[in-house]
T-cell receptor, first 119, second 113 residues
Framework: DSGVTQTPKHLITATGQRVTLRCSPR?????VYWYQQSLDQGLQFLIH???????AKGNILERFSAQQFPDLHSELNLSSLELGDSALYFC??????????????????FGAGSRLTVL | GNSVTQMEGPVTLSEEAFLTINCTYT??????LFWYVQYPGEGLQLLLK?????DKGSNKGFEATYRKETTSFHLEKGSVQVSDSAVYFC????????????FGTGTSLTVIP
């Protein structure tokens, strides 16, 4: 158990629907990152939050949105789903921001992922 | 910019063979370097890391040395096991790079008995 909790583990839905993926970071971690992993695209960075504020955006579609709440958990909302959105969605957390910290390199700790299947 | 380039897979080796997975990087600042491993059906796990030039990260028999002069961080293991079958990702982070981690495309390794 990495300490990063993602729910649900599996989700099957239809095109056009909306889903919410949830992530609870490891205790003490302030940063949350979302990644999408599909067979043909590899690991794609979506968005990063630090202590409730958006810090960086990657290849996130306009149909997708995310937020980090005061208790530091995060949600990724996917709407108007398309077949191509079927993928594994990973959440990862770290103590602070990327790079070197006073205690050593900031590392990412990943959750087990949420597998989304759009039919 | 910041990016990571990994050797393409898939890689198939016999048990006890020597493993090298090449990784090179470009970075605007002074990066920290990582190898992550993803076992089938699981999330990524940190395998090893290095934070400055000439540092050697090691874990579970795997090693990688931070080579600033060649901007490389190649992963090696002297004798692979079937249980090492997984996808390996090289990654970097730079504190001034928009607070992001940059991952390579991953290299799939299959070890056959």
């Amino acid at each position: 158990d990495s300490g990063v909790t993602q729910t649900p583990k599996h989700l099957i839905t239809a095109t056009g629907q909306r889903v919410t993926l949830r992530c609870s970071p490891r205790s003490g971690d302030l940063s949350v990152y979302w990644y999408q992993q599909s067979l043909d695209q590899g690991l794609q960075f979506l968005i990063h939050y630090y202590n409730g504020e958006e810090r960086a955006k990657g290849n996130i579609l306009e149909r997708f949105s995310a937020q980090q709440f005061p208790d530091l958990h995060s949600e990724l909302n996917l709407s108007s789903l398309e077949l191509g959105d079927s993928a594994l969605y990973f959440c990862a957390s770290s103590v602070g921001l990327a790079g070197y910290s006073s205690s050593g390199a900031n590392v990412l700790t990943f959750g087990a992922g949420s597998r989304l299947t759009v039919l | 910019g910041n990016s990571v380039t990994q050797m393409e897979g898939p890689v198939t080796l016999s048990e006890e063979a020597f493993l090298t997975i090449n990784c090179t990087y470009t970075a605007t600042g002074y990066p920290s370097l990582f190898w992550y491993v993803q076992y089938p059906g699981e999330g990524l796990q940190l395998l090893l890391k290095a934070t400055k030039a000439d540092d050697k990260g090691s874990n579970k028999g795997f090693e990688a040395t931070y080579r600033k002069e060649t901007t490389s961080f190649h992963l090696e293991k002297g004798s692979v096991q079937v249980s090492d079958s997984a996808v390996y990702f090289c990654a970097l982070s730079v504190s001034r790079a928009g607070n992001q981690f940059y991952f390579g495309t991953g290299t799939s390794l299959t070890v056959i008995p």
